[in-house]
């Protein structure tokens, strides 16, 4: 039976913005969503590209005062997709305007502004919140959890994860992702965050330890560009005046960390990979068995079973897309296509709005969607990662609250 419409609310209207629209417009056509999803208000700076962004991916109603729109009557979901320093603010508005929120990762920019919107969804235990881990919502890696879960890889040892861009180099202007006061972090915060979150949702267990961590900035003045009149502007610009700014994050991290069972991982990430231009790779090795993941190819996931007969040893990679197999087929494989019909980036968002809508209707996701509570784990990581470089010593996470 169909329950009442999801009023959704979006903040910010650029890349996540895209990705977001995408995914609350194409989840109720390929999934059956037991409430269809209204994409009733878009809120963002500049009202005339609001309401062009608003037309074009089919919100019904633009703004450029997110405060209003956060507490309209109308909305029971607000979804946060703004640049880190300010999810906070208005992740804590909407759960003090009674709504669900889901918000952009990391958290936030730092760990004092995600402690505070941990504590404010804490005093609202009705108010759902989630976070836009998305990767978990590649089938190959929901299905890393599930073989997981049911002890096929036996006692995890080691995990190795990095995540590999090289859009930054000396050309990339000074955005905001290079702005710690905005961004809070570079690297770590931005590639780094979804890996961490990663291996804690495929292995069950938490960090407890950070040691050895390097942050590195390359790149140490980026330009600033501005229009004519002044105002920065980020990208090239025909018109524009040129002029220096210092990056403040790091363009490279990389660390060792323990988990409460006792595995230990290596953890690096770069947004100055030369050659790599999204390789996002975990792998996870366990007494009985081992996987192998890597974005670049989403749709597979390796596997090594170290109980297979000896003869029979070696890596088998499982192409992730059969809605027909036993239990109900691979993780989301029911929605999409048939077999091998690959999906891409952009699926994974759908996949997460699907989820989403399941847990504001009383039901469960394909696998768990991470609140702000378990992304505070994570966030704990990134200030443990952030103290550990600076004093150059192991951190413990006990010692961060
Ligand atoms: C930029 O590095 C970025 O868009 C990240 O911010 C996203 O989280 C990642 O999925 C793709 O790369």
């Known amino acids: 039976m169909k329950q ?3 009023n959704v609310a979006m903040i910010g209207s650029k890349f996540m913005g895209r990705a977001h629209a995408n995914a609350y417009s194409q989840a109720g056509r390929f999934f059956d969503l037991p409430r269809p999803v209204v994409m009733h208000t878009l809120a963002a700076r500049n009202l005339a590209q609001t309401r ?3 037309q074009r991916w089919g919100w019904l109603h633009a703004s450029d005062h ?10 029971d979901l607000v979804d946060v997709g703004t640049p880190n320093h300010v999810h906070m603010e208005q992740a804590v508005a909407a759960l003090e305007a009674g709504k669900h929120v889901a918000c952009e990762k990391p958290l936030a920019g730092t760990l004092d502004d995600a402690r505070a919107m941990l504590l404010a969804a804490k005093r609202r235990p009705k108010q759902h919140t989630f976070v836009w881990y998305n990767y978990r919502r590649c089938p190959a890696l929901a299905l890393a959890y599930q073989l997981a879960r049911a002890g096929k890889l036996g006692r995890i040892y080691h995990v190795r994860a990095c995540y590999l861009q090289d859009w930054a180099g000396p050309d990339a202007p000074l955005v905001w992702r290079f702005q710690g006061k905005v961004a809070g972090s570079g690297s770590l915060g931005d590639l780094c965050a979804h890996s961490i979150d990663t291996a804690r949702f495929i292995t069950g267990d ?5 040691e050895g961590a390097v942050l590195e900035t390359f790149i140490k003045q980026r330009a600033v560009l ?3 009149a002044g105002g920065e502007i980020s990208g090239k610009g025909a018109d524009a005046k040129t002029r220096k700014g210092k990056s403040t994050v790091d363009d490279v991290v990389l660390f060792i960390a ?19 231009k999204n390789n996002n790779r975990i792998e996870i090795h366990g007494d009985k068995g081992a996987i192998r993941f890597d974005f670049e190819r989403l749709s597979e996931l390796d596997w090594y079973d170290a109980t297979a007969d000896d003869r029979l040893a070696g890596w088998t990679t499982i192409n992730v897309s059969n809605p027909g197999v036993a239990n109900g087929g691979h993780p989301y494989a029911h929605a999409w296509w048939p077999t091998a019909h690959a999906i891409g980036y952009e699926h994974t968002f759908i996949n997460q709005v699907a989820d989403m809508v399941q847990v504001l209707s009383g039901s469960k996701p394909v696998v768990p969607l991470p609140d702000f509570a378990d992304a505070y784990e994570t966030q704990k990581v990134l200030h443990a990662v952030t103290e550990s470089a600076r004093h150059r010593c192991p951190v413990k996470l006990s010692q961060i609250k």
């Not at 997110?66 to 909305?75: E, G, N, S, T």
């Not at 323990?258 to 790599?276: C, D, I, M, N, P």
């Open 66 to 75: 997110w405060q209003a729109v956060v507490r309209d009557p109308q909305i």
């Open 206 to 210: 938490q960090i407890t330890e950070v």
């Open 258 to 276: 323990r988990f409460k069972g006792g595995a230990v991982a290596s953890f690096e990430a770069s947004r100055l990979a030369t050659g790599y």
């Open 4 to 6: 009442d419409a999801l």
């Open 52 to 54: 062009q962004f608003a």
């Open 226 to 228: 501005s229009d004519a």
